[in-house]
């Protein structure tokens, strides 16, 4: 794709090292804007800075999407930086809760959606006015683990959170559809990021084996013999953003290098 994304302006939570950063590179070579939101400032200007120095296609700002007033500043900022918004990207979701339906409090349970649903329901709901004005795209980040439990059957809260989001998905097609605007998925499977390295080096050590090992592991069940990267995802999600995907609602593309096939 070559500037696919011209003159769009692009909104994008979740921006950390890892799929964020990786969406918003794509994004910034497809002739895009971006205003990225996260809730580690020092981390989001470093990466904001190292994106575009020159700052003329790059704005940002500290957003928690379990804050109510968060997502609706972000959003501000698009508008008063760039004068519109033509995407949504939800990227950001917490995953550490682990246990099984026995070991799970439901105090945990309650942290998992307040982020994976009510966050994402949150920022959705504070782009839908800006989108409206000219139509556009909303991308939400799935996870595998909804449908398939392997290989981390122990996150059935995060799972669930993210099953709860394809079925919002569902209505907000029909609900939106009338005003331009398209919903669609992108749902990863484990795929290889800074946050992903990081935990498989922990493995890696209580478990006696290399790295290399253990990335072995998560590749042994995917028929291309690699795991997705950050970057092979956020070419999805660009194309749901762009025009090639304007007639595309209503759906959900795994990116799992065919480790589980509906």
């Given at each position: 794709?070559?500037?696919?994304?011209s003159g769009?302006?692009?909104v994008?939570a979740?921006?950390?090292p890892?799929?964020?950063?990786?969406?918003a590179?794509?994004?910034?070579?497809?002739?895009g804007?971006?205003?990225?939101?996260?809730?580690?400032?020092?981390r989001?200007?470093a990466?904001?800075?190292?994106l575009?120095?020159?700052?003329?296609?790059v704005?940002?700002?500290?957003c928690d999407?379990?804050?109510?007033?968060?997502?609706?500043a972000?959003?501000?900022?698009?508008?008063s930086?760039?004068?519109?918004?033509?995407g949504?990207?939800?990227v950001?979701?917490?995953?550490?809760?682990?246990?099984?339906?026995?070991?799970?409090a439901l105090?945990?349970?309650?942290?998992?959606f307040?982020?994976?649903?009510?966050g994402t329901?949150?920022l959705?709901?504070a782009?839908?006015?800006?989108?409206k004005k000219?139509?556009?795209?909303i991308?939400?980040v799935g996870?595998?683990?909804?449908?398939h439990?392997?290989?981390?059957?122990?996150?059935i809260?995060?799972?669930?959170?993210?099953?709860?989001?394809?079925a919002?998905?569902?209505?907000?097609?029909?609900q939106?559809g009338p005003?331009?605007?398209?919903?669609?998925?992108?749902?990863?499977s484990t795929?290889?990021t800074p946050t992903?390295e990081?935990?498989a080096?922990?493995?890696?050590?209580a478990?006696?084996?290399?790295l290399?090992?253990?990335k072995?592991?998560?590749?042994?069940?995917?028929?291309?013999?690699r795991?997705?990267t950050?970057?092979?995802v956020?070419?999805a999600?660009v194309?749901?953003l762009?025009?090639?995907?304007?007639?595309?609602?209503?759906q959900?593309?795994?990116?799992?290098?065919g480790?589980?096939?509906?």
């Amino acid at each position: 794709m070559i500037d696919e994304l011209s003159g769009k302006t692009i909104v994008i939570a979740g921006v950390g090292p890892g799929l964020g950063e990786e969406t918003a590179r794509a994004v910034l070579r497809e002739g895009g804007r971006v205003v990225l939101g996260a809730r580690d400032e020092t981390r989001l200007a470093a990466i904001a800075r190292d994106l575009d120095p020159s700052g003329e296609r790059v704005a940002f700002r500290v957003c928690d999407i379990d804050r109510d007033e968060d997502a609706p500043a972000l959003l501000a900022l698009a508008d008063s930086r760039f004068g519109r918004v033509d995407g949504l990207v939800c990227v950001a979701a917490r995953i550490d809760v682990g246990g099984t339906i026995e070991s799970t409090a439901l105090a945990d349970w309650r942290k998992v959606f307040e982020t994976n649903v009510f966050g994402t329901v949150r920022l959705i709901q504070a782009a839908i006015p800006a989108l409206k004005k000219q139509g556009g795209a909303i991308v939400i980040v799935g996870s595998q683990s909804e449908k398939h439990p392997d290989p981390a059957p122990g996150f059935i809260a995060y799972g669930a959170s993210k099953a709860a989001m394809h079925a919002a998905t569902i209505y907000m097609t029909d609900q939106l559809g009338p005003f331009g605007i398209r919903v669609n998925r992108v749902v990863p499977s484990t795929m290889w990021t800074p946050t992903l390295e990081g935990f498989a080096t922990q493995m890696a050590e209580a478990q006696s084996k290399t790295l290399a090992e253990v990335k072995a592991g998560f590749e042994a069940q995917m028929p291309i013999g690699r795991m997705p990267t950050g970057l092979d995802v956020a070419e999805a999600i660009v194309f749901f953003l762009s025009d090639r995907a304007a007639a595309i609602t209503g759906q959900a593309l795994f990116v799992n290098a065919g480790e589980w096939m509906a």
